[in-house]
């Protein structure tokens, strides 16, 4: 079945440190997309990045970059240089192949608390 | 270009009073979604309507809940009657398909706290 885990509850960070948040995803296709969304204090989900199970290419835009790894299943996403705005819930989230429809499968996220 | 719209922001009712949260999806999107969130249960999908049409409505949680899109601008959820255990943020999201995909963008959500 498929699953998407985010082990770290809670982070906490003093500014400018660097820190990395990890989602391990469970599916049985063999073609599926991987996203992680931004959920800030005010409550909105932002969508950061979308990344497909064929390209496992790390990506990096600004302070963020993201780790994919098929052989362990995991999709981490690591910010640079930390910021106090970067506080926030980080959700990571999958649709399969075969769900017949872009279905998000989220996990439970992670809290981030950059302290300055 | 405008985001998804919802509103209202916020709703406090009285238990057994009906509820009706409102959606302006992403022009040109055909998919939209309606999603509940709570500490305890997370994210929850609870309807997906493609071209307007639903498609997949298992994720709603009871027949207390009804969801409509009678056009590809617009979408209500609502909940009728309303009990307290349905207070949580309700969010809706649209996106350009219903390929997997296809990126889902959300709308700031709907606070609702029923008394």
């Known amino acids: 079945a498929q699953k998407v885990t985010q082990a770290q509850t809670e982070i906490s960070v003093v500014e400018k440190e660097d820190v990395t948040l990890d989602c391990v995803y469970e599916t049985r296709d063999t073609t599926y997309y991987l996203f992680w969304y931004k959920q800030p204090p005010s409550g909105e989900l932002v969508f950061l990045i979308r990344?497909?199970?064929?390209?496992?290419q790390n990506e990096i835009s600004g302070r963020y970059s993201w780790n994919f790894q098929k052989s362990t299943s995991s999709f981490n996403f690591t910010i640079t240089a930390s910021q106090v705005v970067d506080s926030a819930v980080y959700f990571c989230?999958?649709?399969?192949?075969?769900?017949?429809?872009?279905?998000?499968?989220f996990g439970a996220g992670t809290r981030l608390a950059v302290h300055p | 270009d405008a985001g998804v719209i919802q509103s209202p922001r916020h709703e406090v009712t009285e238990m057994g009073q009906e509820v009706t949260l409102r959606c302006k999806p992403i022009?040109?999107?055909?998919?939209l979604f309606w999603y509940r969130q709570t500490m305890m249960r997370g994210l929850e999908l609870l309807i997906y309507f493609n071209n307007n049409v639903p498609i997949d409505d298992s994720g709603m949680p009871e027949d207390r809940f009804s969801a409509k899109m009678p056009n590809a601008s617009f979408s209500t959820l609502k909940i009728q009657p309303s009990e307290p255990r349905d207070s949580a943020v309700y969010f809706c999201a649209s996106s350009r398909g219903g390929s997997s995909y296809n990126e889902q963008f959300f709308g700031p959500g709907t606070r609702l706290t029923v008394l």
């Open positions: 022009s040109g999107h055909n998919s």
């Open positions: 990344r497909n199970s064929f390209d496992e």
């Open positions: 989230a999958l649709s399969e192949g075969t769900g017949g429809y872009n279905k998000l499968i």
